[in-house]
């Protein structure tokens, strides 16, 4: 026994050299790298100007910058929205495939056709749909009426809701996979039991199905609201940010520092302050799922 | 009685709303351009193809799938090879100080984009990695690497210790073990994770906007989201050409729905 343990440990880290190269170059280097980086000017368009080492000026000229803390606020907001929408309709599809009848099978692939369009589709698909001539919305509710057709991506209120509602659509059947897999290990003979004491349906859902799905719709909730914080594809595609910065999200204010703009080091400091939101969301994941995994058997 | 109502509605309100927003795209592709620029729209399209053709011939449609394909299948081919070993020796091998590993290695399945775009970008300008494909592989495998072990490990979890002490006393070491004896009885989880990682791969728009800047080289996705028309929107076109990049993920669905079900409720990182 002891004398195999060195050999086992040294093939264990040889399986585990490739992936942890990977991580090493492409992810954490490149995060303690936009650390270094948002703590100089650099503009990359500006070359003669160096990349002096400014401290934490970027930091500063972003918590006076009134663009970011409108990015700061439609990413908060996106977030509080669509994931609160996200886990009721989630757990609407959860208990409906999750119940036995005949082609549950088929509405599971319907259910999952949206989580498994691209975003990048999706945003289009929306972005039609809300289309002040041709789109789907209007036809919808004005029909024939055209002169009451509404340009909704031209409306800061609009465009906000319209991005939500295609990150609803996209994104609620993922939180309601992960709410049907918290359905599925509660034991039946629980239910059982409340029909004998003469609970109603309605009863068995709020003393029992509710309580019990919280560290389901808790995980729901993690996931959910740390991939809103990241959102991108759709406002890149269906709003650019605009009308008047009323979608513009951090992620995309970022990318537009760093990759429109040349401002690396500004850029820099604002996907740091995404990913520290994002991290400290994540210290919660970790501790509640990773260790599930090593400390005992899956059910 | 209540409830089986409630349960049609729920079923009716589920693949009504699922489906309903992408079949309107579906029937926008199969529209003639006077049909789609009709004010009021019209419900019915008149099954025409011409949508499609165009969108293959003149807007680089075919280019976007072969790159597709090939990012995203190399993707799931190196993230699985990287996968497996890495996911065996964190769920199967003694190692002190794994748990910490596998946190660091789940964790970066949390990482904004934007947080190692910069970088990212930065190196693959040194290493030559701009504007190819194998450039965005890079970055690829590493977001998918996460997703992959989790799903590997926790089946490798589950397999009995017998197997193992088995292949042992004929005098396998641990990479035989992990092959010969571990690697078959995966093949589910395997397969489980080779298909969420296609998909992940085969959707993937950040990186890939970054990364390729010439339209010969460039993935659906990011074709889908530069859609130009010399005046006007190409709406017909755009609609087939979203039919045409969703399509191989709807077979996806429908072939393996439970194998999908299964991986992305073991606990998945990312939709």
New interface residues.
């Given amino acids: 026994m002891t004398s195999r343990?060195p050999?086992?440990?040294q093939?264990?880290?040889?399986?585990?050299a490739?992936?942890?190269a990977?991580?090493l170059?492409?992810?954490?280097?490149?995060?303690v790298?936009?650390f270094f980086?948002s703590l100089h000017r650099i503009f990359l368009g500006v070359p003669a100007l160096g990349q002096p080492f400014v401290g934490f000026e970027n930091y500063q000229t972003m918590a006076g910058d009134p663009v970011a803390r409108q990015a700061f606020l439609v990413t908060i907001g996106f977030v509080l929205v669509s994931t609160a929408l996200e886990l009721v309709l989630g757990l609407?599809?959860a208990?409906?495939?999750h119940?036995h009848?005949s082609g549950r099978?088929w509405?599971?692939?319907?259910?999952?056709?949206?989580?498994?369009?691209?975003?990048?589709?999706a945003?289009?698909?929306?972005r039609?749909?809300f289309?002040d001539?041709?789109?789907?919305a209007?036809?919808l509710l004005?029909?024939?009426r055209?002169e009451e057709?509404i340009p909704w991506l031209a409306y800061p209120g609009f465009a906000f809701a319209a991005i939500v509602f295609a990150d609803v659509?996209k994104?609620s059947?993922?939180a309601g996979?992960?709410i049907?897999?918290g359905l599925?290990v509660i034991p039946e003979e629980v239910y059982d039991a409340a029909r004998i004491d003469g609970a109603t349906?309605w009863q068995r859902f709020w003393k029992i199905t509710l309580p019990l799905l919280k560290p389901a719709l808790l995980?729901a909730l993690l996931?959910r609201t740390?991939?809103a914080?990241?959102v991108?594809?759709l406002v890149?595609?269906m709003t650019q940010g605009g009308p008047g910065d009323s979608t513009l999200v951090?992620?995309f204010y970022?990318?537009k520092a760093?990759?429109a703009e040349g401002r690396?080091g500004y850029?820099?400091a604002?996907?740091?302050t995404?990913?520290l939101a994002?991290?400290v969301?994540?210290l919660f994941?970790?501790r509640g799922?990773?260790?599930r995994?090593?400390e005992k058997?899956?059910a | 009685m209540?409830?089986r109502i409630l349960?049609g509605v729920?079923?009716l309100?589920?693949?009504g709303?699922?489906?309903f927003?992408?079949l309107?795209?579906v029937v926008?592709s199969l529209k003639t351009q006077k049909e789609?620029?009709?004010?009021?729209?019209t419900w019915w399209p008149s099954g025409s193809l011409d949508f499609y053709q165009s969108a293959l011939v003149d807007h680089h449609l075919t280019d976007y799938i072969l790159n597709s394909v090939l990012v995203a299948g190399s993707t799931t081919l190196l993230a699985l090879g990287?996968?497996i070993?890495?996911a065996?020796?964190?769920a199967r091998?003694?190692?002190?100080g794994?748990?910490w590993?596998?946190?660091?290695?789940?964790?970066?399945s949390?990482?904004?984009?934007?947080?190692?775009?910069?970088?990212?970008?930065?190196?693959l300008e040194r290493i030559g990695g701009l504007n190819t494909r194998w450039g965005l592989l890079?970055?690829y495998?590493?977001?998918t690497?996460p997703l992959a072990?989790?799903i590997l490990?926790?089946f490798f979890?589950?397999l009995p210790a017998e197997l193992e002490e088995a292949a042992r006393v004929d005098g396998c070491?641990?990479?035989q073990t992990?092959i010969r004896v571990m690697v078959p009885l995966a093949a589910p989880a395997i397969f489980t994770a080779a298909i969420l990682t296609f998909?992940y791969a085969?959707?993937e728009?950040?990186f890939a906007?970054?990364i390729l800047t010439q339209p010969e080289r460039q993935t659906?996705?990011?074709g889908?989201?530069l859609?130009q028309g010399e005046f006007t929107m190409p709406?017909g076109e755009?609609?087939a050409a979203?039919v045409i990049?969703?399509l191989p993920?709807?077979i996806?669905?429908?072939l393996f729905?439970?194998w999908?079900?299964s991986g992305?409720?073991?606990?998945?990182v990312?939709?």
Wanted: aromatic share 16%; proline share 7%.
């Fill in positions: 343990a050999l086992e440990h093939a264990a880290w040889w399986m585990l490739p992936a942890l990977f991580t170059v492409f992810a954490l280097y490149p995060v790298d936009s980086l609407g599809i208990l409906v495939i119940e009848f099978g509405v599971r692939v319907a259910a999952l056709i949206p989580w498994s369009i691209p975003t990048v589709v945003s289009q698909m929306w039609f749909i289309n001539q041709y789109g789907l209007n036809l004005f029909g024939e055209v057709y659509w994104t059947s993922f996979l992960l049907l897999a599925q349906t995980l996931f740390m991939d914080f990241r991108f594809d890149f595609v951090l992620q970022g990318y760093l990759f690396m850029g820099a604002i996907s740091v995404v990913f994002i991290f969301l994540s994941y970790i799922i990773g260790s995994l090593l058997e899956p | 209540t409830r349960l729920g079923i309100l589920t693949v709303l699922s489906l927003p992408f309107w795209f926008t789609v620029e009709a004010i009021p729209p990287i996968g070993p890495a065996y020796a964190l091998l003694r190692l002190p794994k748990v590993i596998l946190g660091a290695l789940l964790s970066i949390m990482f904004p984009q934007l947080a190692i775009a910069g970088p990212v970008w930065q190196i890079l970055p495998v590493t977001l690497l072990i989790w490990a926790s979890k589950e070491g641990p990479w992990m998909i085969w959707n728009f950040f906007l970054l659906l996705p990011v889908i989201a859609f709406w755009l609609a979203s990049a969703t993920l709807v996806l669905v429908v729905q439970r999908i079900v992305l409720s073991a606990g998945a990312k939709g």
